[in-house]
Nanobody, 120 residues
Framework: QVQLVESGGGLVQPGGSLRLSCAASGKFYNLNTVGWYRQGPGKQRRLVASITRDDRTTYADSVKGRFTISRDNAKKTVNLQMNSLKPEDTAVYSC??????????????WGQGTQVTVSS
């Protein structure tokens, strides 16, 4: 069974850093595009950053220059390095992945989410 597991959330002061990880486990062919999303209190879930299999990246305007997404295909992991954190970055962060589970089959998976709180 394919699963995505996030880790690395927590409480950090404004200006601090956190590194989130999204690890894929189970049996599958390829981990394709992976995105990090966040949902703040009373807000809609929004895409923060994404990365394709060939390392093309996209970022929300609000995090450009502060967040960096990267992947380790050997470890089946995608990381989100978050620097210069602001209180408005407080949210539940979830990863989403397009995973090839069969020769002609792709499925969309979500992790359980990890809380990031930026507060003094």
């Amino acid at each position: 069974q394919v699963q995505l597991v996030e880790s690395g959330g927590g409480l950090v002061q404004p200006g601090g850093s956190l590194r989130l990880s999204c690890a894929a486990s189970g049996k599958f062919y390829n981990l394709n595009t992976v995105g990090w999303y966040r949902q703040g209190p009373g807000k809609q879930r929004r895409l923060v950053a994404s990365i394709t299999r060939d390392d093309r990246t996209t970022y929300a305007d609000s995090v450009k220059g502060r967040f960096t997404i990267s992947r380790d295909n050997a470890k089946k992991t995608v990381n989100l390095q978050m620097n210069s954190l602001k209180p408005e970055d407080t949210a539940v962060y979830s990863c989403n992945a397009d995973i090839q589970t069969g020769i002609f089959e792709w499925r969309d998976y979500w992790g359980q989410g990890t809380q990031v709180t930026v507060s003094s």
